[in-house]
């Protein structure tokens, strides 16, 4: 079975960080690119990294780079999200999902939609709040 176990979330106070997990199983993972997306209550799921193709590169939401991290560890087959500098507004429930690695290249807004992505993991919960 496919599975993709996100993992990490918490409560955290402004300027604090949190670092998420994706496990993935099921799957060929080398085969696969991993994104994190996140749906705060009442607004639409929002992509915010993931990586672009099998060399490593990486895309990142305006709202996050230069704050998140995406990265991976294949022996584990997990992807990872380092969250640092966090705010308010970064509440949300935070999901990896797996598309197969696009065999052209795309603009940053496509990576970042939901559009190929073919599994889904349930969410972890993540409150930024002093």
């Known amino acids: 079975d496919v599975q993709l176990q996100a993992s990490g979330g918490g409560l955290v106070q402004p300027g604090g960080s949190l670092r998420l997990s994706c496990a993935a199983s099921?799957?060929?993972?080398?085969?696969?690119?991993i994104g994190w997306f996140r749906q705060a209550p009442g607004k639409e799921r929002e992509g915010i990294s993931c990586?672009?193709?099998?060399?490593?590169?990486?895309v990142y939401a305006d709202s996050v780079k230069g704050r998140f991290t995406i990265s991976s560890d294949n022996a584990k087959n997990t992807v990872y999200l380092q969250m640092n500098s966090l705010k308010p507004e970064d509440t949300a429930v935070y999901y990896c999902a797996a598309r197969p690695h696009p065999r052209i290249k795309y603009g940053r807004a496509w990576y970042l939609s939901v559009f190929g992505m073919e599994y889904w993991g349930k969410g972890t919960l993540v409150t930024v709040s002093s």
């Open positions: 099921g799957f060929t993972f080398d085969d696969y690119a």
């Open positions: 990586f672009s193709d099998s060399d490593g590169n990486t």
